[in-house]
């Protein structure tokens, strides 16, 4: 009885330590897959020359889980998003926590919700708002492949702390619903031909997937537990697909939007318009020695006005923000 019991434990153990083979060498490969499938991500084509880059930030997504995924996403993939759109170059993109920022010191809490925006409201220094919802994001298993637990070899000797081993060439499938839209937090209203459902789904082995099972049963569609960085990376993949697609209708919106100029309509009572950065026609003047021209601020009155370290444009001195972008004033 004893020399079984020892025969089955040398099994065990020679099993464990193939296992430990396999996953030392399947390594590299594994990273390889991951960067294969990566080396895409964030790379778009280039946006129409001449248009505008409006101010664009990201609130808090609204990541829907189904099965073995769990945990709180919606930053996440808020901060995967922001990432995105940055790498586009189609936008300036403000990052989060400027955006959060922002939201607080114009005591504008509570104006978004994840994947909605809760009321509208005039977010001085944001031009829009990308507002996303990520529903059903799963991770299952597509068939039985060949997979061994270690805690089924030996009977009751390793049921405690025994972790199953899964093979890498286990077919697995990821997908999700991706709803992306740009709203104008003013008016609450959805920018045209910005509003896009996208649905990813990809199937195929997890080691060519780069994924790590954590836990798995063998039957087909069972949902599969994942690392933190996995559902990230599951994220990251599934918003730059949607993204992607909808790039053509977002290029179709900022070419219909007026082009920049560095004219401005004149100000009430015949005032003098800013010129590029706020620079009004006295201040180019003042070095110049020549008299200002009819209608313009005088020098005293330039005085007590504040200027925008950010974008150098011209505020009432009583003013807590720029007026021209947001930035807060000293």
Same mark, same amino acid.
């Given at each position: 009885?004893?020399?079984?019991?020892f025969?089955r434990? /040398?099994?065990?153990?020679?099993?464990?330590?193939?296992?430990?083979?396999?996953?030392?060498?399947?390594?590299s490969?594994?990273?390889?897959?991951?960067?294969?499938?990566?080396?895409?991500?964030?790379?778009?084509?280039?946006?129409?020359?001449?248009v505008?880059?409006?101010?664009?930030?990201v609130?808090?997504? +609204?990541?829907?889980?189904?099965?073995?995924?769990?945990?709180? #996403?919606?930053?996440?993939?808020?901060?995967?998003?922001?990432?995105?759109?940055?790498?586009?170059?189609?936008?300036?993109?403000i990052?989060?926590?400027q955006?959060?920022k922002? #939201?607080?010191?114009q005591?504008?809490?509570?104006?978004?919700?994840?994947?909605? #925006?809760?009321?509208?409201?005039?977010?001085?220094?944001?031009?829009?708002?990308?507002?996303?919802?990520?529903?059903?994001?799963?991770?299952?298993?597509?068939?039985?492949?060949?997979?061994?637990?270690?805690?089924?070899?030996?009977?009751?000797f390793? +049921?405690?702390?025994?972790?199953?081993?899964?093979?890498?060439?286990?077919?697995?499938t990821?997908?999700?619903?991706?709803d992306?839209?740009?709203?104008?937090?003013?008016?609450?209203?959805?920018?045209?031909h910005?509003?896009?459902?996208?649905?990813?789904?990809?199937?195929?082995?997890?080691?060519?997937? /780069?994924?790590?099972?954590?836990?798995?049963? =063998?039957?087909?569609?069972? $949902?599969?537990?994942?690392?933190?960085?996995?559902?990230?990376?599951?994220?990251r993949?599934a #918003? $730059?697909? =949607?993204?992607r697609?909808?790039?053509?209708?977002? $290029?179709?919106?900022?070419?219909?939007?007026? =082009?920049?100029?560095?004219s401005? =309509?004149p100000? @009430?009572?015949?005032?003098?318009?800013?010129?590029?950065?706020?620079?009004?026609?006295a $201040?180019?003047?003042?070095?110049s020695?020549?008299? @200002?021209?009819p209608?313009?601020?005088?020098?005293?009155?330039?005085?007590a006005?504040k200027?925008?370290?950010?974008?150098?444009?011209a505020?009432?001195?009583?003013?807590?923000?720029?007026?021209?972008?947001?930035?807060?004033?000293?």
């Open positions: 009885m004893f020399r079984r019991t025969v434990l /040398g099994a065990a153990v020679a099993l464990m330590a193939g296992g430990a083979a396999v996953v030392g060498c399947s390594s490969h594994e990273s390889a897959g991951r960067d294969t499938l990566t080396e895409n991500v964030g790379k778009y084509p280039p946006a129409p020359s001449g505008n880059k409006p101010r664009v930030g609130p808090p997504f +609204n990541v829907q889980t189904a099965g073995g995924i769990s945990g709180d #996403l919606n930053s996440l993939a808020a901060d995967q998003m922001t990432t995105l759109l940055d790498q586009s170059d189609r936008f300036r993109v990052e989060r926590a955006l959060q922002l #939201l607080d010191e005591n504008l809490e509570g104006i978004v919700k994840p994947g909605e #925006l809760a009321k509208p409201g005039q977010v001085r220094g944001v031009d829009y708002l990308l507002i996303g919802k990520v529903t059903n994001l799963r991770v299952k298993k597509e068939n039985k492949g060949n997979e061994f637990g270690l805690a089924q070899v030996g009977g009751q390793f +049921n405690a702390g025994g972790a199953d081993v899964k093979n890498k060439e286990t077919v697995i990821t997908e999700c619903g991706v992306i839209r740009l709203v104008n937090p003013t008016t609450g209203e959805t920018m045209p910005t509003s896009n459902f996208s649905e990813y789904k990809r199937t195929d082995s997890a080691k060519s997937m /780069g994924l790590a099972i954590l836990g798995a049963n =063998a039957q087909s569609n069972a $949902d599969i537990d994942i690392s933190e960085d996995d559902k990230g990376k599951i994220l993949l #918003l $730059d697909d =949607a993204l697609k909808a790039l053509p209708q977002i $290029d179709r919106f900022l070419m219909e939007q007026p =082009a920049q100029t560095s401005v =309509a100000g @009430p009572n015949g005032a003098a318009p800013a010129g590029p950065a706020g620079v009004t026609p $201040d180019a003047s003042a070095g020695g020549a008299p @200002p021209a209608g313009t601020p005088s020098p005293a009155s330039l005085a006005k200027f925008c370290p950010n974008c150098g444009a505020n009432e001195a009583s003013a807590t923000f720029c007026a021209k972008c947001g930035h807060k004033l000293d």
